[in-house]
């Protein structure tokens, strides 16, 4: 590991990533998940992830989120993902598990056939209370240059079932890296929630690990998000941990 890492900037992006999957809680911890529109035929993909928020105003500081998954692609072009656990803590109030997931991968495009790569994210979460769904959808796409890698994903959410309001929601997101090496990607994420008035963006660093005597690695992502605007979060930690293998 290089000596950044071992800076005072990562040591504190490695402990609030760990007090976030540690105290996890909140439904929507794909929130804040840049995803890749790549499908690796035959991969399965163990993850872990979330988020905690840490701000000074009694109605966004102390929520946190988490989820748990597993997902194997089935063919090189689509990976279905379920969410085994989606556990939920709000502002002020205990944390629950809140309910389950099952989100697919489309890659619609081969890589470095067109300008940019193309996917589609398609889901559906059901609430364990017996409340309204949640359909998520959107487009998937990813440009790599040298060792920059750049994602973007405008994802739209729409409530189903009784109770379900009737408006469509709208997030995007953006993931910039460079690739210094395959255990160490520095870069920028930022997300933006118009319906929430959100807008947030701060450092990540990523990376991946060979497992050895096996098929499988193992990756990272840590990340310090900062409120862009009043509405929201003044910081948000984010931490992933996924194991893949063949």
């Known amino acids: 590991m290089t000596s950044r890492l071992r800076s005072s900037r990562g040591t504190s992006l490695m402990l609030c990533a760990f007090v976030t ?4 809680g909140r439904a ?11 499908v690796v035929a035959t991969q399965t993909e163990v993850e872990l992830r979330g988020f905690g928020v840490s701000d000074g105003r009694s109605d966004l500081g102390g929520e946190r989120a988490a989820e748990l998954s597993v997902a194997h692609a089935f063919t090189g072009w689509w990976k279905p993902e379920l969410y085994l656990a989606e556990y939920a803590r709000e502002p002020g109030a205990g944390g629950k598990l809140v309910g389950y997931e099952f989100e697919n991968t489309f890659q619609l495009s081969e890589p470095g056939r067109y300008w940019a790569d193309f996917g589609l994210l398609a ?6 209370d017996g ?3 949640e359909l998520e959808f959107g487009p998937l796409i990813e440009k790599s240059v040298g060792r920059f890698d750049h994602r973007v994903n405008l994802i739209w959410e729409k409530q189903v079932g009784a109770g379900a309001a ?3 929601e709208f997030r995007y997101s953006y993931a910039g890296t460079y690739a ?7 870069g920028i994420e930022a997300y933006g929630r ?9 450092p990540i660093v990523a990376g991946e690990w060979h497992v050895p005597h096996s098929r499988g690695n193992l990756e990272y992502r840590l990340g310090l998000l900062l409120g862009l605007n009043a509405a929201a979060p ?3 930690c984010v931490a992933q941990l996924e194991y893949e293998f063949f």
């Open 28 to 38: 929507h911890a794909d929130d804040f998940i840049v995803y890749s529109p790549h």
């Open 194 to 202: 118009p319906a929430d008035h959100a807008y947030q963006a701060g």
């Open 180 to 186: 210094v090496s395959s255990a160490f990607r520095p």
């Open 166 to 168: 009737s408006r469509a």
């Open 131 to 133: 409340g309204p769904g």
């Open 123 to 128: 889901s559906y979460g059901h609430p364990r």
């Open 21 to 24: 999957l540690a105290v996890a």
């Open 234 to 236: 003044r910081r948000t």
